[in-house]
Structures are given as structure tokens and as C-alpha cells.
């Protein structure tokens, strides 16, 4: 073994990993060499230096505080999980009834903002009437298509409302 | 890794409970006095150790994959607290916190002022702890968890994510250092 291989093996030297035969062949060098050797020597020595700083131990007491708390932030934070196939059959029922749900709100929410325009019996009243300045109460059926859009999405008095109106009345 | 941590292991994978807290019981200190190394005190190790289950129980599916859990649960452990290291020298937060701690940390503090060493010996364990303290965070794991956790190299090389060559020149260039920091201070 030269001085090369002792640096490779150092490590496992120095912990006891080093097969019989590797060991003997490295110890035989050590006993020529004297750079080696005080390398050695000094690492073994850091080693032991290193080892005899122990960790104070926090005591039972705490131990059961960390493990509680672990688990407090693990196991018991999240919910049980059940198998694969429960889950996929729990999420399948989740979307069956979600999709029709969300879809009846998004509905719901377009039937108030229509209401919102104001009172609604007098379908047949005259267009003409309406000015731009007037508040919309009635639209008839038959333009609703063309200005739901913009009336929908703007709240009532609003520069856009009173847009669609003006091109009612243009009409 | 033996059967019975196979075993564990992989019931840990499948959402056993107990299993996870069987695991806890027998990683905690180890992952404890790692941490304790490398941050030198207490309430870091604690966040560390902390930490790196809630890691390993968000990851536990991908248990089911792996090969060596204590490469496993080093490496989240050596990333947190290299991490955390790089944060603190960021902020450049002293890590003797002892004046904001909680009682535990003091009693801690007062068994460490009160060693039944000689003035000789305390000076030298504490001159090769601030040698160690000075360590770049890599090479300060590296010496650690080989010198004095008992890992192998290739064990720190997976827990690192780097070859078995680089924990090697970490090694060495880590002992040359303390070695000629040490040299300085006491000739």
C-alpha cells in the first residue's frame, strides 16, 4: 500500500471498516511511514476529540413532548385516509352531485341579476318611452339576447345599463 | 435496513398510524443528536427533528420506492438543517440563543456549565467545537454523520445527493481545517 491508498482508506481506518487483509497491509505501511503515521494519528485524534462533545440528553420528559408533538402535527392533523378504491368511488359521487349543484347556482345567480333590473309584469310597455336617464324596468323578449350580457354584468344605473337602454330606444 | 424495518416501513406507506408512531419512537433521537451536531443547539435540533417527520409523512407513498430509509430520512434531515445553517448565517442570527429559551434549554445550558471535566479539557472540547461551528454546512455533515453518527460514505453520499468521491474530499479537507485551526489556537 502507498501513500495514496492510505488517504483513500483513512476513513474506514479510522472506523473499523477496513477488511483483515486491507488493514494489515494498511498498519504495515504505517510502520515505514512516519507522514502517514502522525496523519493517522492526528485524524484518530480529532475523532476523539469530536466524540467527547456529547449531547446533553433533554430527558424523558422531553422526548414524550417531541414525539406528541410529531404526531400531533402528522397523524393527527390529517384525516384518516381511506383505501383507493373507497377513494375513487367517493370522489366519483362528489363530482356526480357537485356539477349539477354548481351548475344550478351559476343559474340562480343569473335569474337574481335579471330580476335585479326591476319590476317585470309590463313585457308588452312601449320602448319609446324610455329615456336615458330613466331607470330600466322593462325589456322586451325579443332584444333580451342582445344586451343580457352587458346589463347582467353591470349594476343598475350604471353608464352601461343606461347604454343598452339608449340603443333600445334607438330602436 | 433489516426485515422488521422493511415491515415497518412499508405498513408506514399504507397509512398505518401506529407504524408512523413506531417510527418516530426509534428515528427521534438519532435524528435529535444529528441535528444537535450540526446547529449546536437546542431548539434548532428540536425544529429539525420536528420537521423531518412531518416530511417523511408527507412523502410516506414514495416509501413504497425506497431503497434505504435511513438514507431517506437523513437526507431530509441533513437538507433541513443545512438550510436552516444558510438562513441563520443570511440573517446572521447568533446561535447561542440561550437568553430566549424555554426551560428546558436552560436546564440544558446549566448541565453544560457544570461538567465534571477539568478547565483543560472544557477549553479544548470548546475550541473543537468552534473549529466545527466554522465548518461549511456540506463538510460539517459530512464529518458528522461519518466520525461521529457511524455512517458510511455511501450512506452520506445518498443522504447528500453527491458521489461517494465528494464525501471523501469533504472529509478530509473538513479534518484538515480543524486540524490547523486547533494547531493555531493552542501553539
Known sequence: MDCREILTNIDSYLTGRLDDETRRRFERHLEKCEKCRIRVENDRLLVDLMSRDNIPDPGESYWDHLENSILSRTIDSYPEIPSNKQKTKSSHKITVYLVPLAASIALMLLSFADIDVGPSQTMRADVSNINNNQAVSVIQPSVIPEIMGSIIMSPPGSPLRTLSIGRLNEQ | ?187
Open chain 2, 1 to 187: 435496513m433489516n426485515t422488521d424495518i422493511n415491515d415497518l416501513i412499508a405498513r408506514v406507506a399504507n397509512d398505518d398510524r401506529e407504524a408512523f408512531a413506531e417510527l418516530v419512537g426509534r428515528y427521534k433521537k438519532k435524528i435529535y443528536g444529528i441535528a444537535y451536531r450540526m446547529l449546536g443547539n437546542h431548539l434548532d435540533a428540536d425544529e429539525v427533528t420536528q420537521e423531518t417527520f412531518v416530511r417523511v409523512y408527507e412523502k410516506r407513498h414514495q416509501l413504497r420506492s425506497v431503497k434505504y430509509f435511513s438514507s431517506f430520512i437523513l437526507r431530509i434531515a441533513s437538507n433541513y438543517s443545512i438550510d436552516l445553517i444558510r438562513r441563520k448565517q443570511k440573517k446572521n442570527i447568533s446561535v447561542d440563543e440561550l437568553a430566549f429559551l424555554p426551560e428546558v434549554q436552560i436546564e440544558l445550558a446549566e448541565r453544560i456549565e457544570s461538567p465534571d471535566k477539568s478547565l483543560e479539557d472544557a477549553e479544548i472540547l470548546q475550541a473543537v467545537k468552534d473549529a466545527v461551528k466554522r465548518l461549511p454546512p456540506r463538510q460539517k455533515m459530512a464529518i458528522i454523520l461519518h466520525d461521529l453518527e457511524g455512517f458510511t460514505k455511501l450512506e452520506i453520499a445518498n443522504a447528500l445527493g453527491c458521489p461517494q468521491a465528494t464525501v471523501r474530499s469533504n472529509l478530509h479537507i473538513a479534518r484538515t481545517k480543524l486540524k490547523k485551526w486547533l494547531k493555531k489556537k493552542f501553539h
